[in-house]
C-alpha cells in the first residue's frame, strides 16, 4: 500500500519561506511523477508543481520564479520549497503520485495517490 505523509507547514508572514517534505512509502517512487497541489477554502484543488520520474519540474503561473519543486529518490522523499509567499498561496497543501509509472501531468484526476495536507498559511 502506499502512503504519503506531508510535512512543514505554518504560518508565515507574507515574503517568507516555508518547505513542505512528503515521505512516500510503499510502491517505487523512483518510476513515478510527484506532484504538488493545493486548495483554499472554497476553491477547487489545484496544480501547483510536479517533479516527474526523470526530475523534468514543471509549475503553475502563479508560483513560477517562487516555488521549487525537488525529490530525493534515495529518500522516497518530494520538497516543495516555497518562497518571496504572498497571503493568496495560504491554503492546504497536498502531495500526490501519479497513477501511471513515467507519466507527467497536472491534472488532479492523474494522481490516485494523495497524502492528509498540511496547512500553510500566509499572513499580511
Do not use: I
Request: hydrophobic residues 30%.
Amino acid at each position: 500500500q502506499v502512503q504519503l505523509v506531508e510535512s512543514g507547514g505554518g504560518l508565515v508572514q507574507a515574503g517568507g519561506s516555508l518547505r513542505l517534505s512528503c515521505v512516500v512509502s510503499g510502491g517505487t517512487f523512483r518510476s513515478y511523477t510527484m506532484g504538488w497541489f493545493r486548495q483554499a477554502p472554497g476553491k477547487e484543488r489545484e496544480f501547483v508543481a510536479h517533479v516527474a520520474w526523470n526530475t523534468y519540474t514543471y509549475y503553475a503561473e502563479s508560483v513560477k520564479g517562487r516555488f521549487s519543486v525537488s525529490r530525493d529518490n534515495a529518500e522516497n522523499t518530494v520538497y516543495l520549497q516555497m518562497n518571496s509567499l504572498k497571503p493568496e498561496d495560504t491554503a492546504v497543501y497536498y502531495c500526490a503520485r501519479n497513477s501511471r509509472p513515467f507519466y507527467a501531468s497536472s491534472t488532479p484526476t492523474d494522481y490516485n495517490y494523495w497524502g492528509q495536507g498540511t496547512q500553510v498559511t500566509v499572513s499580511t
